[in-house]
C-alpha cells in the first residue's frame, strides 16, 4: 500500500527558531512532493512544492528532498507564532496513467512567543 | 477571481438522506478532486476525474457518488449508504498531471 508517514506532533518550538517537519513515502515512483500549511478549521495551503533531489528555497521556507532515501522535510527559517498550524505532506502517486495526490496526516507546529 | 467555490459551507444530514455537496471551479483545469478529513486525520481520497464524463474511484468512495458533466464542475453526492459521513469534505483541482492542487474551501458535513 502506497503511503505517507509523517510525525503528528506537536512540534513546539520558539520564536526566531528553526522549526523541522519530516516526511517518508512508500513509493519509490514517486515523482513530486510538495508541502501543505493548514490552519483550524480551513482548507489546505500550498506552501512548497519540490520536484529534483536537493534543497528548494523559497522565503523562509526550504524542501528538501531525497528520493534515495525517499525522504523529504520541511524548514522554516525565523519561526513566527502565525506558522502555527498542521503541516501535510503531499506526495504524487501515479496509477493507471492518473494522477492523484496521497497526504499525511499531518504534524502539528506550535511556535511560542 | 479564478478559484475554487464550494458550497455550502455547512451542510447538516439527517437519517436516510442523501446530500449534493457542490465544487466549482474556473482555473479551467481538466482534473477534479474529493478528498474527506476526519478530525486529527489526513486527507483520504473519495473520487477523482480527469476529464469530462470520466471519473475514478478513491480509496473511499464506498457510499459516495459524482459526476463530471462539465469541466468546470464536480459534485458529490453523500448517499444514505455512507453510515459516518460526518467529516470536512474538501474538493481540489489541478491543471495537468504532477502539477499543484488546489483547493476549495471545504464543506463541513454534520449528521442531525
Known amino acids: 500500500q502506497k503511503e505517507v508517514e509523517q510525525n503528528s506532533g506537536p512540534l513546539s518550538v520558539p520564536e526566531g527558531a528553526i522549526a523541522s517537519l519530516n516526511c517518508t513515502y512508500s513509493d519509490r515512483g514517486s515523482q513530486s512532493f510538495f508541502w501543505y500549511r493548514q490552519y483550524s478549521g480551513k482548507s489546505p495551503e500550498l506552501i512548497m512544492f519540490i520536484y529534483s533531489n536537493g534543497d528548494k528555497e523559497d522565503g523562509r521556507f526550504t524542501a528538501q528532498l531525497n528520493k534515495a532515501s525517499q525522504y523529504v522535510s520541511l524548514l522554516i527559517r525565523d519561526s513566527q507564532p502565525s506558522d502555527s498550524a498542521t503541516y501535510l505532506c503531499?506526495?504524487?502517486?501515479?496509477?493507471?496513467?492518473?494522477?492523484?495526490?496521497?497526504f499525511g496526516k499531518g504534524t502539528m507546529l506550535l511556535v511560542s512567543p | 477571481d479564478g478559484g475554487i467555490t464550494q458550497s455550502p459551507k455547512y451542510l447538516f444530514r439527517k437519517e436516510g438522506q442523501n446530500v449534493t455537496l457542490s465544487c466549482e471551479q474556473n482555473l479551467n483545469h481538466d482534473a477534479m478532486y474529493w478528498y474527506r478529513q476526519d478530525p486529527g486525520q489526513g486527507l483520504r481520497l473519495i473520487y477523482y476525474?480527469?476529464?469530462?464524463?470520466?471519473?475514478q474511484k478513491g480509496d473511499i468512495a464506498e457510499g459516495y457518488s459524482v459526476s463530471r458533466e462539465k469541466k468546470e464542475s464536480f459534485p458529490l453526492t453523500v448517499t444514505s449508504a455512507q453510515k459516518n459521513p460526518t467529516a470536512f469534505y474538501l474538493c481540489a483541482s489541478m491543471r495537468a498531471l504532477n502539477e499543484k492542487l488546489f483547493f476549495g474551501s471545504g464543506t463541513q458535513l454534520s449528521v442531525l
Open positions: 476525474s480527469q476529464i469530462v464524463n470520466d471519473f
Open positions: 503531499a506526495v504524487n502517486m501515479r496509477g493507471a496513467g492518473y494522477s492523484t495526490l496521497t
